[in-house]
Every structure is written in C-alpha cells, then in structure tokens.
Nanobody, 136 residues
Framework: VQLVESGGGLVQPGGSLRLSCAAS????????MTWARQAPDKGLEWLSV???????DYADSMGGRLTISRDNAKNMVYLEMNNLKPEDTAVYYC???????????????????????????????WGPGTQVTVSS
C-alpha cells in the first residue's frame, strides 16, 4: 500500500487549496479514505472521511470549509479547503480507513495524537503528509 499526498504549499489567509492523495497497492474503490492533519505542537486532528459509496463526513470544527471527493478510476482522493486561516497550518495526511473501526472513532475513544501511534495499533496506511502553511 502506498499513499502520496500533494498540493500543499503557502497560501494567504482566505485562500483555497486542493490537496490530492494518490493511492496504490490495494483495491481503492473498496476502502473508505480519511484526511487528518497535525499542526505544530498539537495532536492529530481528524478532518473528513469519504465512504465507498461517495458519501462523506466532516469535522464540525471545520465549519463547512472542506469538500472531500474521490476518483476511483484514478485511485485518487482529494480535499478542497476554502477560506483558509493561519490556524489551518499543519501537515495534512490521507489514510486508508477501516469501515469496521473508523479512524475518527479510534482517535476520539483511544486518544491517539500522532500518525505513529495509530500505525502501531493497526491503522497502518498513511501517506507521508503534505505541508500547508497559511500566512500573509
């Protein structure tokens, strides 16, 4: 399994970005996919999941500023972010989710705060991340 994020960079407050995640090594269309982020000196934060039927869930804290999508023909998952704020500065990760034990629930219930912690407990498939910096 390989996941590679791209699309990060420096953006001004109020701007938008579209992050991409290229997936390989598994049957992409059969897996839900999640985006999460880790800001400097903060724990891992779940952002969004897109299910295999294309439906999506979002973190309430993002205030409707996110849109997740997937292209099963290209094995790609995307995260569009609008009205970016300096507090959105973080490393953004995509991950293969588990429909029976969702990453969001695992993070909430078990208190995982890093990708490394999650990888040690069976959530093995994460990309290396892409840096997003929101600054004027």
């Amino acid at each position: 399994v390989q996941l590679v994020e791209s699309g990060g960079g420096l953006v001004q407050p109020g701007g938008s970005l579209r992050l991409s995640c290229a997936a390989s090594g598994f049957t992409f269309s059969n897996q839900p996919m999640t985006w999460a982020r880790q800001a400097p000196d903060k724990g891992l934060e779940w952002l969004s999941v897109i299910h295999i039927n294309g439906s999506a869930d979002y973190a309430d804290s993002m205030g409707g500023r996110l849109t997740i999508s997937r292209d099963n023909a290209k094995n790609m998952v995307y995260l569009e972010m609008n009205n970016l704020k300096p507090e959105d500065t973080a490393v953004y990760y995509c991950a293969v989710d588990d429909p029976d034990a969702p990453i969001r629930d695992a993070m909430r219930v078990r208190g995982f705060t890093t990708v490394q912690e999650m990888s040690r407990t069976g959530y093995d498939y994460w990309g290396p991340g892409t840096q997003v910096t929101v600054s004027s």
